[in-house]
């Protein structure tokens, strides 16, 4: 079983829509939580980073939150443009004895249609 | 500022054939390494990680090594390709504070590998 779950797998949304992707983890010790926004056949690019004391932040349309009791996250996008098609990735930094390790959720691709 | 490439950006390589993509990074030191495939479709599965020269984690068994012959140079090799080694492989970086926490993963463009 994935230690960081997404849901859903796939989402189509009309352009102008908003949309909320979600992000369940069971790994720990928890040291922060990223999610990322990867185009097709191109490299992830981060897009939020967030500690364990932190509940929500925005970059731009995008707002995450972090609710590290129920070890839960989400990604809302608002007013989606047709080129926030992309799959979107849930990170999770766990501590280990030698350093961070990065554990990525199986992601959720999203298609904005006009 | 610190930037990563990797290469070569797509690859068609018979079945049974050797396999060696590569990772460096510039403008850090003593960076976290990793490796990651992507599957058509699917998600990114961490491969190998590593947090210096010479000290690989393996997270799945495979027909994959990886190697960091320098501090900011990682290789991943393979003696014979499998068909089921075809997808997208991405390299990562991210630069590791003495207390254990460490910055955003910076990922390279990726090689796209198809095995026929």
């Known amino acids: 079983k994935n230690q960081v779950e997404q849901s859903p797998q796939s989402l189509i949304i009309l352009e102008g829509k908003n949309c909320t992707l979600q992000?369940?983890?069971?790994?720990?010790?928890?040291?922060?939580l990223r999610w990322y926004k990867q185009d097709t056949g191109r490299g992830p690019v981060s897009l939020t980073i967030m500690t364990f004391s932190e509940n929500t932040k925005s970059n731009g349309r995008y707002t995450a939150t972090l609710d590290a009791d129920t070890k839960q996250s989400s990604l809302h996008i608002t007013a989606s443009q047709l080129s926030d098609s992309a799959s979107y990735i849930c990170v999770v930094s766990v501590i280990r004895n030698a350093g961070n390790m990065l554990t990525f959720g199986g992601g959720t691709r999203l298609m904005v249609k006009p | 500022s610190q930037t990563i490439h990797q290469w070569p950006a797509t690859l068609v390589q018979p079945v049974g054939s050797p396999l060696s993509l590569e990772c460096t990074v510039e403008?850090?030191?003593?960076?976290?390494l990793y490796w990651y495939r992507q599957a058509a479709g699917r998600g990114l599965q961490l491969l190998f990680y590593s947090v210096g020269i010479g000290q690989i984690s393996s997270e799945v068994p495979q027909n994959l090594s990886a190697s960091r012959p320098q501090d900011r140079q990682f290789i991943l090799s393979s003696k014979k390709l499998l068909l089921s080694d075809s997808g997208f492989y991405l390299c990562?970086?991210?630069?590791?504070?003495?207390?254990?926490?460490?910055?955003?993963?910076?990922f390279g463009q990726g090689t796209r590998l198809t095995v026929v």
């Open positions: 992000c369940n983890y069971t790994v720990s010790p928890f040291s922060n």
């Open positions: 990562a970086w991210s630069k590791r504070w003495p207390g254990g926490g460490d910055t955003e993963a910076f």
């Open positions: 403008g850090t030191s003593n960076p976290n």
